[in-house]
């Protein structure tokens, strides 16, 4: 994953990117783009679950449209879970399985840039389950996290549940 970080957020995310890159800015990248979100049973891509995907495709400036799914998890979600995302057994109980969730998703995101709170964390997930179905997922992203540890730097905490009270996955994506 190719996140962007430097000030004009150039595509190759790195210096000495070419001309034909560098034009290619943050404002460029941002006319077109996934805002996501999951919800996870821990904090492990390699062991735990997706339980909820909450993405919004955003066109320029506007919400296009809408990928909101509960995943069902091959193994209850703990108490301790459902106190962090509010997610019960109950909300995944009719839910899909991820071999039909994460190739919609996929579909969803097409080509976009994706922008994400700590983006690495649910990119982390995505990645390890679409690999685990046989599929690719590698895609660019901006992290929320990263912009607003610049410039909010003064805050003891940047999280989004510290800012609002939202907290599903879709609620969270369309504050990023």
Do not use: W
Not at 32 to 52: K, Q
Not at 102 to 110: E, H, N, R, V
Not at 142 to 156: C, F, M, V, W, Y
Request: hydrophobic share 40%.
């Amino acid at each position: 994953m190719e996140i962007f970080e430097d000030k004009a957020y150039p595509a190759c995310g790195r210096s000495g990117c070419g001309a034909e890159k560098e034009r290619n800015t943050a404002e460029d990248m941002l006319k077109s783009y996934i805002a996501f979100d999951l919800e996870t049973t821990g904090l492990s891509p390699e062991t735990n679950e997706i339980i909820e995907i909450g993405a919004l495709k955003v066109q320029d400036g506007k919400v296009q449209e809408r990928f909101m799914e509960f995943i069902m998890p091959s193994e209850p979600i703990s108490a301790r879970i459902t106190e962090i995302t509010g997610i019960t057994n109950e909300m995944v109980a009719d839910a899909r399985r991820r071999e039909e969730v994460i190739p919609a998703f996929l579909d969803f995101c097409g080509n976009e840039v994706l922008v994400g709170h700590n983006i690495i964390f649910d990119y982390s997930f995505m990645k390890n389950q679409a690999e685990l179905l046989g599929l690719s997922f590698e895609k660019q992203g901006i992290d929320t996290l990263k912009i607003s540890r610049a410039l909010l730097a003064g805050l003891p905490s940047r999280s989004l549940q510290n800012h609002s009270s939202l907290r599903c996955a879709l609620q969270n994506c369309s504050q990023t």
